[in-house]
């Protein structure tokens, strides 16, 4: 290997044109790390965040964007067991995944699902072990619930429709236009509320309450979520797109018997997140190896165009997730 390599770096707080490509040493595996010679790398809103300034990263992490990434392991540290040089891998990332090789905690690492290419691949960590441990593991989703999902079309919005049918459960979500309400359906959402046309409460209100919502929006929509809970529903927050701070009238909680819960991935424990490698691996990876769900691909950029990528998302166009080509 090299001693340097290509990397995409934030170079001030900014748009996406702060995003820059520069030459940056190699990483070396610290004790239970492997490094990965990156293939393909996700594109996600934390990474936009951070390059706003507004999502800075834990102190031991690169200050490289890139949460996720698929690719060959390379190199192995001390204290790993059960991976080796020449695995296909895909892997949530601590940072840094904008890069030619980056390393990673081992146990956060898993195998290329049967029949699928690194392009694929690469997007499934950050959605997957984003919903599962927030639908499923926070959330407690059960067979035969109701679940809303706001967003339906994004990353986390596709992954969370599959998911959420897979393991039984009747799934609503809501979406900005009617190609993407379509889109939604297609990958097997029960109803889908275009939110500039239905007022999504109405909507769940008729069909009983959801007995959970995913929520990235927040805001407003945090009050309306409240309502269009079913009783003893769950509100799970991963993100306020439009803001934390709402005046909110408390005493649905109690009389309803409401529970609101989030999380953020980053920041968790690495074993949190070993832990929900773990799940994934034993639970969802034989569906994703059988072709019974998938990530749903929206565009492709090479490394250098990194700012196109994240001109694309922050369009809100996308249907699915954006992937940017390092090593092919």
Avoid at 127 to 143: D, I, P, Q, Y
Wanted: overall charge negative.
């Amino acid at each position: 290997m090299t001693k340097t390599m290509r990397a995409v770096e934030i170079t001030k707080p900014g748009g996406p044109e702060v995003l820059q490509v520069t030459e940056r040493p190699m990483p070396t595996p610290a004790h239970g790390q492997v490094v990965i010679k990156v293939a393909y790398a996700g594109v996600n809103r934390p990474d936009a965040l951070q390059r706003a300034g507004m999502y800075a990263p834990p102190p031991t992490a690169s200050d490289l964007p890139g949460l996720e990434a698929s690719g060959e392991v390379v190199a192995v540290g001390e204290g790993v067991a059960g991976i080796a040089e020449g695995d296909q891998v895909c892997a949530l990332l601590p940072g840094g995944g904008y890069a030619e090789y980056v390393a990673t905690p081992a146990a956060h690492c898993l195998a290329v699902p049967e029949g699928m290419g690194m392009k694929e691949a690469a997007c499934l960590p950050e959605t997957f072990f984003t919903v599962w441990s927030n639908v499923f593991m926070r959330g407690g989703l059960k067979a035969g619930e109701r679940m809303l999902v706001h967003g339906g079309s994004s990353g986390i919005g596709t992954t969370a429709i599959q998911l959420g049918r897979a393991f039984g459960a009747r799934v609503f979500v809501t979406a900005g236009s009617d190609e993407k309400c379509k889109a939604c359906v297609d990958l097997g959402a029960e109803v889908a509320i275009n939110y500039r046309d239905d007022d999504y409460v109405d909507v769940l209100k008729a069909e009983g309450g959801a007995d959970l919502i995913l929520d990235m929006v927040g805001g407003d929509y945090i009050p309306r979520n409240f309502k269009a809970l079913a009783e003893d529903g769950r509100l799970v927050q991963i993100a306020f797109l439009q803001g934390p701070k709402v005046e909110v009238n408390f005493a649905m909680l109690m009389t309803r018997r409401l529970t609101m819960t989030g999380s953020t991935l980053r920041p968790q424990s690495d074993l949190a997140k070993a832990r929900i490698a773990q799940e994934l691996r034993e639970a969802v990876w034989p569906m994703l190896s059988a072709g019974q769900i998938a990530p749903v691909m929206d565009s492709t950029f090479d490394l250098e165009a990194a700012s196109d990528a994240h001109a694309r998302m922050e369009s809100s166009g996308h249907i699915g997730k954006i992937v940017l080509e390092v090593g092919g």
